[in-house]
């Protein structure tokens, strides 16, 4: 049985030491990346909102058409589902 080295089990809990480090140290980093992306998410939904809010009722013309065209193949659809 291989005997233990006092200097290399100190290297070895040194090693350690720094690896946990590096390891706490990226997490913090990736913490704070995902938190700042979820709050610049946040304020560009606000921002969004408030110009919704802000903007007259009427829903912009290319939402409408979307809309229209959605609901006319659905319609067609449903026709279709019903006579088969």
Known sequence: MAQSNPQSLQFLMEQMKQNASGLTKMQFEIENKHKFTLDERDMALNSRDEQLKGSNTE?????????????FFSNIKNLNLKHH
């Open 59 to 71: 829903p912009p013309p290319a939402t409408t058409d979307r809309h229209f065209v959605y609901n």
